[in-house]
């Protein structure tokens, strides 16, 4: 386990906000039971995804960015930015991808017994 930069061993396995666990003896276990070895010098994410372990100039130990965020520099701006997706470099991005695009409210909701779904629907006496 990694705390403020110096590693530490783990006494315990350790379960993350997305329902993997950790275990001590070094294994990643999926919410779907898939085990994933971690090799030697190699971390996890609060995501349970592999992630280099890097050593920092002032020695202490963190974790590479994952490959989707790797920053890159750019000279002409003298700012490091973040690499995006081959999807978002293909289509873009759109400003209101948190707006619920494309949800609607379905059909038949909320159209249960009493609403007149089937009530005198059917009767042609």
Same mark, same amino acid.
């Given at each position: 386990v990694l705390r403020n #930069?110096? !590693? *530490?061993?783990?006494? *315990?396995?350790?379960?993350?906000?997305? %329902?993997?666990?950790?275990? $001590? /003896? %070094?294994?990643?276990?999926s919410p779907t039971g898939q085990r994933t070895e971690l090799r030697e010098g190699q971390g996890c994410d609060l995501r349970g995804r592999p992630v280099a372990v890097r050593t920092a100039p002032n020695g202490?130990?963190?974790?590479?960015? !994952?490959?989707?965020? *790797?920053?890159?520099?750019?000279?002409?701006?003298g700012r490091a930015r973040t690499s995006r997706s081959v999807f978002e470099e293909l289509f873009g991005r759109r400003d209101g991808d948190?707006?619920?695009? #494309? $949800? *609607?409210? $379905?059909?038949?909701?909320?159209?249960?017994?009493?609403?007149?779904?089937?009530? #005198?629907?059917? /009767?042609?006496?």
């Open positions: #930069g110096q !590693a *530490r061993p783990m006494t *315990r396995d350790i379960h993350l906000p997305t %329902g993997a666990t950790v275990t $001590k /003896d %070094g294994f990643v276990v202490t130990l963190v974790l590479a960015p !994952a490959a989707a965020e *790797r920053t890159e520099y750019e000279p002409e701006n948190n707006e619920g695009y #494309g $949800k *609607r409210k $379905k059909y038949k909701k909320n159209k249960g017994k009493g609403h007149g779904r089937w009530k #005198g629907e059917d /009767d042609d006496d």
